[in-house]
T-cell receptor
Framework: DSGVTQTPKHLITATGQRVTLRCSPR?????VYWYQQSLDQGLQFLIQ???????AKGNILERFSAQQFPDLHSELNLSSLELGDSALYFC??????????FGPGTRLTVT | GENVEQHPSTLSVQEGDSAVIKCTYS??????FPWYKQELGKRPQLIID?????GEKKDQRIAVTLNKTAKHFSLHITETQPEDSAVYFC?????????????FGGGTRVLVKP
């Protein structure tokens, strides 16, 4: 167990819908990262937050957004969902400059 | 941006043999290179990492080497066991204040045959 928690574990929804994925970092970690893992794309960095502020952005679609709250948990919002958004979504956390530890992931299925 | 290539994409070894996975990166500013092991349906787990001021690091049966000049790094697993079967990912990043985003290689599926 890495200490990073993610909810829900599984999510099944229809195209066009909106979902929110939640992540709680390890105690003491200020940085949260979101990654998308699909079969043909591997692990892709989406976005990073540090202590409530956006710090780095990767290949995140405009339909996706994220935020980090004062208690340091983070939410990833995915809207206008398409079939191609089906993937495993991982969050990871780290101390200011350190190793990243991954949560168990949320498996999103868009039908 | 950074680009990481990983080879081979699949690797089958006999139990007890060694396995080697190689990665190359493009951004010479990258200074942190972790390796993750991912079992089917599970989260990536950090197994070893190396920083750019070190050429080699070892942890029991796992070792990682880094050649900064050539911009490549490798994972070596000795005396492989069936529980080493998994997908392994290399990654590269630039460690700086307030975190570092990881760019991952495409992964290597390792199968250890008993």
């Amino acid at each position: 167990d890495s200490g990073v928690t993610q909810t829900p574990k599984h999510l099944i929804t229809a195209t066009g819908q909106r979902v929110t994925l939640r992540c709680s970092p390890r105690s003491g970690d200020l940085s949260v990262y979101w990654y998308q893992q699909s079969l043909d794309q591997g692990l892709q960095f989406l976005i990073q937050y540090y202590n409530g502020e956006e710090r780095a952005k990767g290949n995140i679609l405009e339909r996706f957004s994220a935020q980090q709250f004062p208690d340091l948990h983070s939410e990833l919002n995915l809207s206008s969902l398409e079939l191609g958004d089906s993937a495993l979504y991982f969050c990871a956390s780290s101390v200011e400059v350190g190793e990243q530890y991954f949560g168990p992931g949320t498996r999103l299925t868009v039908t | 941006g950074e680009n990481v290539e990983q080879h081979p994409s699949t690797l089958s070894v006999q139990e007890g043999d060694s396995a080697v996975i190689k990665c190359t990166y493009s951004d010479s500013a990258s200074n942190y290179f972790p390796w993750y092991k991912q079992e089917l349906g599970k989260r990536p787990q950090l197994i070893i990492d190396i920083r750019s001021n070190v050429g080699e690091k070892k942890d029991q049966r796992i070792a990682v080497t880094l050649n900064k000049t050539a911009k490549h790094f490798s994972l070596h697993i000795t005396e492989t066991q069936p529980e080493d079967s998994a997908v392994y990912f290399c990654a590269a990043s630039i460690k700086r204040a307030a975190g570092n985003k990881l760019t991952f290689g495409g992964g290597t599926r390792v199968l250890v045959k008993p």
